[in-house]
């Protein structure tokens, strides 16, 4: 089942509830395609951005508000079911400012905020960006970080289609401005990497001022990208945290 702007790769019509993942910089859907197999017990659905997989001869998106009011405004048909939210790195940013859209426009909110390997947005970014960067430095950025594979980045073919979404991810992402807000009322758990060198633990404490309910914070051994290497891990602790 698939629309433009959310999939699903495995339809689980009796699922009490729908567990709405949001992707990394440059990711797409594959990264959570094994996510229903996993989580029985909720419908998964997979948001899909413009220039990527089965939108890729579309522009990507590169400001922040056009791409939340896309999302928000394709969302609603999804929203007759108890639904959660999952960001990763991205995508934690990208699950949250959809959440308050979605309460600026009075509609329902998620029933728990998972945001991983995303520093809380309203703290002020430390790191330089890297969206201007030549096309040979920002590679090696991105082979720095992992999330893009090496054998992604060995081809130049491949690396011709992926680039013009990772730089516009990132540039949608450094020029982003928080705009202050009240706390969500839905709670908010954060994970992170024990090895991330991207985003420390004190930029996922942070998180807990942007919940009015309850917080959580679990790490996982790994790097920025530790979904991929602690799954079993990261399956069990959102297990415990969704509908049974």
Known sequence: M???WYVCPQPNPTAPARLIC???AGGG???????PGRLPAVEVWIASLPGRGTRLHEAPLTEMLPLVQALAREFMPLADRPFFF????LGGRLAFELARSLRRQGKPLPQRLFVSASPAPHLPRTRP???TL???AFLEEMRRRGGTPDEVLAHPDLVELLLPALRADFTLYETSVYAPEPPLE???TVFGGVSDPLVDRTLLTAWEAQTAVAFRLQMFL?????????VVELMHALRTELPR
């Open 134 to 136: 030549p096309k040979a």
């Open 186 to 188: 839905c709670p908010i």
């Open 86 to 89: 999952f960001g990763h790195s």
């Open 29 to 35: 859907t594959p990264t959570f395609t094994a996510w």
């Open 2 to 4: 698939s629309g433009k």
């Open 129 to 131: 960006p890297i969206h």
């Open 222 to 230: 790994g790097n920025h990208f530790f979904l991929n290497t602690a």
């Open 22 to 24: 949001f992707p990394h």
